[in-house]
């Protein structure tokens, strides 16, 4: 017998089939009654406490306030002096021939050994030249001709001081570094206290005496005004 031939007997096996008789569903069992507990009458509960008024705030009575401290101008002075000399700054020393001169570390980017300047044209006396400073063109000026002195000499001691502030760098050319020295603003005097240079001369910061030796504080940021 081939597929659809069986398929077609299967089938009408299933119509052919008697059908089973239907049984009689079965009535449902009665379900005994359940005793219900007796209703109880309820309680009033406890009545809401009334509000009562806030008392009365009680009589202002005046605090005693008490006295500033007196202002007593010497001590407030004294102190303010013993302050501005705590505060210190850094200072590098360097020469110009036998004078020695400080510029403030905080302006100094680096110092250098002299490298081969060129010249510019048309520049002032005091103006060295130009030198490249890794990639960086750096004018560099005379610093004792600068502060119309004799001009640095050649000699195994010369350096150049570089300067920077916003921006600008300037080169000083001295006959000598030293080494940085910290002085406090009570050491530090105005630049009229000792003649140095003209008077009202904006580039003298001040100055200062250490071990019996005068030093010239120089203004850098003065100085790198004044390029060219």
Request: net charge negative; glycine share 8%.
């Amino acid at each position: 017998m081939n597929a659809p031939h069986a398929v077609d007997a299967y089938l009408d096996l299933l119509l052919t089939a008697p059908v089973p008789e239907a049984v009689p569903a079965a009535a449902p069992q009665p379900v005994p009654a359940v005793d219900r507990p007796a209703l109880v009458p309820a309680v009033p509960g406890p009545r809401p406490a009334v509000a009562r008024p806030a008392a009365a705030p009680a009589a202002w009575e005046p605090v005693a306030v008490p006295e500033a401290p007196q202002y007593d101008p010497c001590t407030s002075e004294s102190e303010r002096r013993r302050r501005a000399g705590d505060r210190t700054s850094r200072w590098l020393r360097l020469r110009c021939g036998a004078q020695i001169y400080a510029l403030e570390l905080l302006k100094i980017r680096e110092v250098v050994l002299p490298a081969p300047l060129l010249p510019m044209r048309g520049a002032t006396a005091a103006m060295a030249g130009v030198m490249n400073l890794r990639g960086q063109v750096v004018p560099v000026i005379d610093l004792g001709l600068h502060l119309d002195q004799d001009a640095v000499d050649d000699g195994p001691g010369v350096r150049i001081v570089v300067l920077e502030e916003g921006g600008e760098v300037l080169g000083l050319r001295v006959s000598a570094v030293e080494d940085v020295t910290r002085l406090g603003e009570q050491q530090i005097e105005p630049p009229d206290h000792v003649r140095v240079g003209r008077s009202g001369d904006d580039r003298f910061r001040g100055i200062a005496r250490q071990g019996g030796r005068l030093l010239i504080l120089l203004d850098a940021s003065r100085l790198l005004g004044v390029q060219g």
